[in-house]
């Protein structure tokens, strides 16, 4: 063995240290390569990678998804979505941009245009995170801002979608519109939504919004101090809403909205037959497609204040009290109870006495001796006045919650209000007070404290014309994905029985028949050659009128004193389709001014059913297959 031999490695001590001289000297060469390089970066090209980290920034941009169609019972879109184009201001820490919002403003002053946005808001902005200066812009606009992009560093146009609504105003009331969520919305929804998320704001676009809001989708993308993109680092994409299929029928609606001629109002059409919504109007209304522009504090001011509330469906929150319409809830009664027969006779002179108070009937030289019949088909108040008393307030009120008076209908639209229906028991808690035999006389003939609304009377006439029973009104059919397959299906589900005779229904609708079609009947306007239509006539006065009653007969009264014209009706006779509820407000006589109005949209619904309804399946294929893409 030799001297020095090294027994781990087998080696001389003096190879072992020739290799460490070479380990050393290739690491000193790295090292030196490595500082050379830091040197380079650090002094050669600091300045130009120090203005890039300060100028690219990394943006979060949301992505709005398509809310979902909503057609018509035939298919026919009626609400769609169309591109909008939103001026947005990325603040950064980068000083560049501290001037841009301020250089756009004289852009758009030098050309006369409107800048909305107010800058005092800009102190409160957070970095990367867009500000919107301008919504919904036109194509002059979005050409400004793109012309003079490096002029306007941070500042960019985004493009999402909004509503399009193709009826506007005509469907407006129960459609609704959409608005950005505000942070109390956000809030209550427990966070579910998220700032700058599109919701429903009114009408059937809030009630479904779970369904048809679909799911925003997200992306990083890397942007120069322009704001132009560089790259995309990664993307979440969006989720379409689901459509909605309506029962309403467009045609029927448009007629509905023409027959009212701009009359302060409403009215409800339903089949009879399951419930189905057909047409709903509600007027005056207004146009959502405002609201995609980001509607004005003096516009929004106006709407709200208008006496004639454009805002509300007066279909299911306006609330009158349902004149002689609601004889037929008093004579079914009467009937059903043995309190009278058919030819049970009363006189009327033109008007009741009871105690010291007169009560006149509507026809001043009274209506002589009629039975049930005719005092219908007149609508002779004396008749009624009688056989109210003998019924007592509590047993009307008993039938008429059977026709759904005073209660909730369960329509799938917010906002929906009971009406009243009083009872000795009402008074007593409400207002401390008992029950005068007066007030009997008076809701007997629909007025006092009685309430209702016109989705509820549209539906009781309903009820009475299918035999009996009470529907639940609905107005979705469908809730389908983008490819047509359905999510959700409603159907019509029943929510009461009038527990009315046979013979009681063929007494009621050979009167209601003879309101319409015998000579003399009060509802005459509303007669449709080659159809039976079955109606009730009805004036509601307004409370607060004044007593004089030749004031009243000289109409010497304001706008909003005269009475309310009602008329609700079904046809046809033997086998109804239809059932129509008419509230005019101050209008006038009801034979006069709001059966006209039922026998258009009558005449619109029997034309209607001669045509095809149905849209080309290529044009509405063409669409759906579009969002589907």
């Known amino acids: 063995m030799k001297k020095g031999y090294d027994m781990l490695n087998g080696q001389e001590p003096a190879d072992f240290k020739g290799k460490i001289r070479i380990v050393a000297v290739l690491f000193l ?11 380079y970066l650090q002094i050669i090209k600091g300045a130009e990678f120090k203005k890039k980290s300060e100028n690219n920034s990394v943006r979060f941009r949301q992505i709005k998804p398509l809310r979902g ?128 998320d599109i919701s429903g704001k009114h009408g059937l676009e809030k009630f479904f919004d779970e369904y048809i ?24 994409d969006p989720a379409p809403g689901y459509n909605m299929v309506l029962t309403i029928d467009a045609d029927l609606q448009k007629a509905a909205w023409e027959a009212v001629e701009g009359k302060a ?13 057909l047409a709903m109007v509600s007027s005056p209304s207004f146009d959502p497609n405002l609201f995609n522009e980001g509607i004005s504090n003096e516009l929004w001011s106006q709407l709200q204040s208008n006496p004639f509330a454009p805002l509300s469906n007066k279909a299911v929150s306006g609330q ?19 309190i009278i027969t058919p030819d049970t006779k009363i006189f009327c002179n033109g008007s009741y006495t009871l105690g010291n108070r007169t009560y006149r009937c509507w026809k001043k030289g009274g209506h002589g001796h009629v039975d049930l019949h005719k005092a219908i088909v007149g609508s002779c108040d004396v008749y009624f006045y009688t056989v109210g008393k003998m019924l007592g307030v509590d047993k009307i009120a008993e039938y008429a919650k059977r026709f759904g008076f005073g209660d909730l209908s369960g329509i799938d639209l917010p906002n929906e209000k009971k009406g009243l229906i009083p009872t000795r028991d009402w008074k007593l808690k409400r207002k401390k007070e008992i029950w005068q035999m007066g007030e009997t006389v008076s809701i007997s003939i629909g007025q006092g404290y009685n309430l209702v609304t016109t989705l509820q009377l549209a539906n009781a006439f309903g009820a009475f014309a299918n035999g009996g029973t009470l529907w ?69 006065q307004v409370l607060g009128l004044p007593t004089d009653e030749k004031a009243r007969r000289r109409k010497v009264l304001g706008a909003f004193q005269k009475d309310h014209a009602l008329f609700a009706c079904y046809a046809p006779s033997k086998a109804p389709e239809i059932a129509i509820a008419v509230i005019l407000e101050n209008a006038g006589g009801g034979g006069a001014v709001a059966a006209p109005v039922a026998r258009k949209i009558l005449a619109a619904y029997f034309e209607g059913k001669k045509k095809d309804k149905h849209p080309p399946a290529k044009a509405q294929n063409e669409r759906l297959n579009e969002l589907n893409n």
């Not at 101090?225 to 680092?233: A, D, H, M, S, T």
């Not at 109002?265 to 919504?277: C, K, L």
């Not at 009290?321 to 059903?336: C, D, F, H, R, W």
Request: hydrophobic fraction near 35%; glycine fraction near 10%; charge should be positive.
């Open 29 to 39: 060469v790295a090292v030196s390569i490595l500082i050379v390089r830091l040197g």
């Open 69 to 196: 169609l909503i057609m018509d019972r035939n298919r026919n879109i009626l609400v769609d979505n169309k591109p909008s184009f939103d001026v947005l201001y990325m603040p950064s820490k980068n000083k560049a941009n501290e001037h841009s919002v301020e250089k756009l403003k004289n852009l758009y002053e030098s050309r006369s245009m409107d800048f909305p946005y107010d800058q005092s808001l800009l102190k409160n902005a957070k970095p990367y995170m867009p500000v919107k200066l301008d919504r919904n812009v036109n194509m002059e606009k979005v050409a400004l801002v793109e012309t003079n992009a490096l002029n306007l560093p941070g500042i960019y146009v985004d493009v999402s979608p909004i509503r399009l609504y193709l009826d506007g105003e005509i469907l407006a009331p129960v459609i609704g519109y959409t608005g950005e969520i505000s942070k109390e919305e956000i809030e209550k929804s427990d966070h579910k939504y998220a700032y700058g």
């Open 213 to 236: 809001r679909g799911r925003r989708g997200a992306e990083l993308v890397e942007v120069n101090v322009y704001g132009r993109e560089i790259k995309n680092l990664g993307r979440i």
């Open 265 to 277: 109002g409403s009215v409800v059409a339903i089949d009879p037959r399951d419930g189905a919504i």
């Open 320 to 338: 009158y009290p349902p004149g002689s319409t609601y004889k037929l809830v008093v004579a079914a009664a009467a009937l059903e109870e043995g």
């Open 472 to 540: 639940h009104p609905y107005l979705v059919k469908k809730i389908e994905s983008t490819d047509g397959k359905v999510y959700k299906e409603y159907f019509s589900v029943k929510k009461g029985d009038l527990k009315l005779s046979t013979k009681t229904i063929e007494i009621l609708n050979g009167a209601l028949r003879g309101v319409v079609n015998d000579p003399g009947g009060t509802g005459a306007n509303a007669k449709l050659p080659g159809i039976e239509v079955c109606g009730k006539t009805g004036t509601s």
